[in-house]
């Protein structure tokens, strides 16, 4: 028994290596020759993989973007509980935004102005099955907090995540745009301040 689980670990490190390999690839061309350059053939070259292995982790280059703005680290769950109150509601959710801000810098400006492109589909939520994590984790809370009754927003829970996927991109285009020089945070704070007080 002891061999077997010996063995996945094994098997387990190893895939997250590769994967790590991949993603390092996908970044440096990204980063030196824009999202033009990022074929699942120019992405394993430069990683030392075969095709089939790429394909045995990833779906789409798309894909591989998406599982590294989804899989950011994830939020202390404490700070997720059943707010108290609408204050309560509207920190936690600016506090979830923050934390997708310092990802995006650990990223970079390079990486983040070149998946934030119409050309990415993953961004698409018409096309997607399941929007970047940040939307899930805000969707789920609200819901929650809408249906204990200690929020109560005027407009339908799928119009608010829109609007809130909305002025996050819009702070992350600017945030590009000025070449990691617009303050990031404070942005995303202030706007996000500015319409869930707005909202409920």
Same mark, same amino acid.
């Not at 387990?12 to 590769?18: D, G, I, N, P, W």
């Not at 829970?157 to 070449?179: A, P, Q, Y």
């Given at each position: &028994?002891?061999?077997?689980? #010996?063995?996945?670990?094994?098997?387990?490190? +190893?895939?997250?290596?590769?994967?790590?390999?991949?993603?390092?690839?996908?970044? /440096?061309?990204? #980063?030196?020759?824009?999202?033009?350059?990022?074929?699942? @053939?120019?992405? =394993?070259?430069?990683?030392?993989?075969?095709?089939?292995?790429? %394909?045995? /982790?990833? +779906?789409?280059?798309? !894909?591989?973007?998406? *599982?590294?703005?989804?899989?950011?680290?994830?939020?202390?769950?404490?700070?997720?509980?059943?707010?108290?109150?609408?204050?309560?509601?509207?920190?936690?959710?600016?506090?979830? *935004?923050?934390?997708?801000?310092? %990802? =995006?810098?650990?990223?970079?400006?390079?990486?983040?102005?070149? %998946?934030?492109?119409?050309?990415?589909?993953?961004?698409?939520?018409?096309?997607?099955?399941?929007?970047? *994590?940040?939307?899930?984790?805000?969707?789920? *809370?609200?819901? @929650?907090?809408? !249906?204990? !009754?200690?929020? +109560?927003?005027?407009?339908?829970?799928?119009?608010?995540?829109?609007?809130? $996927? &909305?002025?996050?991109?819009?702070?992350?285009?600017?945030? =590009?745009?000025?070449?990691?020089?617009? !303050?990031?945070?404070?942005? &995303? $704070?202030?706007?996000? $301040?500015?319409?869930?007080?707005?909202?409920?």
């Amino acid at each position: &028994m002891n061999q077997i689980t #010996q063995e996945l670990s094994k098997q387990q490190l +190893k895939s997250k290596e590769t994967k790590a390999k991949i993603f390092r690839a996908a970044k /440096h061309i990204l #980063q030196k020759q824009g999202y033009e350059q990022l074929s699942i @053939k120019n992405i =394993c070259e430069e990683a030392g993989v075969s095709n089939g292995s790429f %394909y045995h /982790h990833f +779906k789409t280059k798309d !894909d591989l973007l998406s *599982y590294y703005i989804e899989e950011q680290p994830s939020i202390n769950p404490d700070l997720l509980d059943m707010p108290r109150n609408a204050a309560e509601a509207k920190a936690a959710i600016i506090q979830v *935004y923050l934390n997708y801000v310092h %990802y =995006c810098q650990d990223l970079g400006v390079e990486f983040m102005s070149n %998946y934030y492109t119409p050309k990415n589909q993953s961004l698409n939520p018409l096309i997607r099955t399941e929007r970047p *994590y940040p939307i899930v984790t805000v969707h789920n *809370y609200l819901k @929650k907090a809408i !249906d204990a !009754d200690i929020i +109560k927003p005027d407009l339908d829970l799928e119009d608010i995540t829109t609007d809130i $996927r &909305m002025i996050v991109i819009g702070n992350v285009f600017e945030w =590009c745009l000025k070449s990691g020089e617009a !303050d990031f945070e404070g942005n &995303m $704070r202030r706007t996000l $301040r500015i319409y869930l007080d707005g909202l409920f």
